[in-house]
């Protein structure tokens, strides 16, 4: 499982390149812009320099709307920006068709220009209070338009978190779906410690983390504090370490 952690500022950047050999990818995101808000492309620019080469950088589109063009707009602006990993949270797409309209438009226009960038997928496990797509059409969302990944995340930060709307059963349904298609899921949405044993026993291929590693556990006061980075994946690596010794035991 990979840790992707999301700092809102390069100065957060900073912080995240200090514990750079803790986290796998590191995501640009403007948190007072929505779940998904898209950050500034300097911004983009000046966080891939700021974070050693190695490690990949990812950006959100932000919240987008049904628009197509806009949508793969902004995500080419974010490609070139350096990022390596686009996720588009489709909050105003209401039915899949939407849904892989713009995420069709969105991957040609970042594999056109960088075609081994990632596209990402992005829905919200509380989807039905924002009226979008649900959750489990997300991973043939992004099958159907070529995109890499498919992710889930919270759209109302409110202090509900992923469980809290997407059972982990129900999130285990989604993981599998993402693999039966050859898509790489990721979960995020208010991820703690607590919950990693039930994200590596799914299968989860990424985890995006804010708030559990920010001082005080506050994703918008808070500041991303390496000790805490580190703590987070000593805690996945312990998980990890005992989810495959108990498959090795039951086999």
């Not at 992707?4 to 390069?10: E, G, K, M, R």
């Not at 979960?187 to 044993?197: E, F, H, I, N, T």
Request: negative net charge.
């Amino acid at each position: 499982m990979l840790l992707l952690i999301s700092p809102d500022s390069v100065e957060e950047a900073v912080d995240c390149a200090k514990a750079a050999e803790y986290l796998d990818i590191v995501d640009v995101k403007k948190p007072d812009e929505g779940s998904l808000g898209a950050n500034f492309p300097w911004v983009i620019r000046e966080i891939r320099e700021a974070v050693p080469a190695g490690k990949p950088v990812s950006a959100t589109v932000g919240d987008v709307p049904y628009k197509p063009g806009t949508v793969a707009q902004a995500a080419l602006g974010a490609v070139v920006s350096g990022a390596t990993y686009i996720k588009v949270g489709l909050y105003g797409c209401t039915t899949p068709d939407q849904a892989i309209d713009v995420m069709r438009a969105v991957v040609r226009a970042v594999k056109d220009y960088r075609p081994e960038a990632l596209v990402v997928a992005s829905g919200y496990a509380d989807a039905h209070r924002i009226g979008c797509v649900n959750p489990l059409a997300l991973p043939d969302i992004a099958a159907r338009s070529g995109a890499d990944a498919a992710m889930l995340d919270t759209a109302i930060k409110d202090g509900s978190r992923l469980f809290d709307h997407v059972p982990p059963d129900i999130c285990a349904q989604f993981v599998g779906l993402a693999h039966a298609s050859g898509l790489l899921a990721a979960l995020a949405g208010s991820v703690k410690q607590g919950d990693l044993a039930t994200l590596t026993r799914i299968g989860t291929d990424i985890v995006g983390v804010r708030g559990a590693v920010c001082e005080g556990g506050d994703r918008n006061a808070g500041r991303i504090q390496p000790h805490l980075v580190a703590a987070f994946r000593a805690e996945m690596d312990r998980h990890a370490r005992e989810f495959a010794a108990g498959v090795t035991l039951a086999g």
